[in-house]
C-alpha cells in the first residue's frame, strides 16, 4: 500500500517562481489537506477538501491555491514563490475531519531563495 | 473557530519518571481530539484519540489522555518515560463545525539518561 505520496520530496525555488506540489493518496480517503511545518510553529493548515470538487481556506491560505478534480490528487500550487515559504510541507488524508486519524505523506522541503 | 494550545514548548524529565504534556483546547462544538507524535527526521504517528466515547483514552507505547471538558483540557501522560519517548509531541483539535484538523504548536520532550 502507498498511502499517501507526495512529490518532490526537495525543491529549491528562486523568488517569483511557481510551483506544484503533488499528493496522492490510493485509500480513497475524502478528506485531504495541506499543512506547512516551521519550527516552534507547529503544523498549520493551509487548506483542505472534503471530496472531490470542494475546497476550503485553512488558516495560512495566502499565496497558496488548491483544486480537487479527483478523490486521489490534491495539488498545492505556489503561484509567486517568497522565502516566506521556505518550510515542510506534509499533505495529509483521513476518511473524515472528524473522527479519523490523519495519514502523511513524507514531507517536502522547500527553500525559497 | 477551533483552537488548540499547548502549555509547554519544551519538557525535559528523567528516564522512568512520569510525563505530562499539558494541552488546552477551545471549540465550540463537541470535538475530537488527538495526539500525534514526531521522531526526529520522521514523519507523524497517530498516538491516540478521543472521539465522544471514554474519557480515559490509552495509546500506543504506554500514554494515555484524559478528556475533561470542563476544564478544556486533554493532557498526555505516561507513568515511565522511556529514552525512545524522545520528540516532539502535537495535540489537535477538529469539531463538527467547519472540518479544520487544527494543530497546536508542538511540546518537544526530552528525555535525562
Known amino acids: 500500500n502507498a498511502g499517501v505520496t507526495q512529490t518532490p520530496k526537495f525543491q529549491v525555488l528562486k523568488t517569483g517562481q511557481s510551483m506544484t506540489l503533488q499528493c496522492a493518496q490510493d485509500?480513497?480517503?475524502?478528506?485531504m489537506s495541506w499543512y506547512r511545518q516551521d519550527p516552534g510553529m507547529g503544523l498549520r493548515l493551509i487548506h483542505y477538501?472534503?471530496?472531490?470538487?470542494?475546497?476550503d481556506q485553512g488558516e495560512v491560505p495566502n499565496g497558496y491555491n488548491v483544486s480537487r478534480s479527483t478523490t486521489e490528487d490534491f495539488p498545492l500550487r505556489l503561484l509567486s514563490a517568497a522565502p516566506s515559504q521556505t518550510s515542510v510541507y506534509f499533505c495529509?488524508?483521513?476518511?473524515?475531519?472528524?473522527?479519523?486519524?490523519?495519514?502523511f505523506g513524507n514531507g517536502t522541503r522547500l527553500t525559497v531563495t | 473557530a477551533q483552537s488548540v494550545t499547548q502549555l509547554d514548548s519544551h519538557v525535559s524529565v528523567s528516564e522512568g519518571t512520569p510525563v505530562l504534556l499539558r494541552c488546552n483546547y477551545s471549540?465550540?462544538?463537541?470535538?475530537?481530539l488527538f495526539w500525534y507524535v514526531q521522531h526526529p527526521n520522521k514523519g507523524l504517528q497517530l498516538l491516540l484519540k478521543?472521539?465522544?466515547?471514554?474519557?480515559l483514552v490509552k495509546g500506543i507505547n504506554g500514554f494515555e489522555a484524559e478528556f475533561k471538558k470542563s476544564e478544556t483540557s486533554f493532557h498526555l501522560t505516561k507513568p515511565s518515560a522511556h529514552m525512545s519517548d524522545a520528540a516532539e509531541y502535537f495535540c489537535?483539535?477538529?469539531?463538527?463545525?467547519?472540518?479544520?484538523?487544527?494543530f497546536g504548536k508542538g511540546t518537544r520532550l526530552h528525555i535525562l539518561p
Open positions: 495529509a488524508s483521513s476518511r473524515t475531519a472528524l473522527e479519523s486519524p490523519l495519514h
Open positions: 485509500m480513497n480517503h475524502e478528506y
Open positions: 477538501s472534503v471530496g472531490a470538487g470542494i475546497t
Open positions: 471549540s465550540s462544538y463537541s470535538p475530537s
Open positions: 478521543y472521539t465522544s466515547a471514554a474519557t
Open positions: 489537535v483539535v477538529s469539531d463538527r463545525r467547519d472540518d479544520k484538523i487544527i
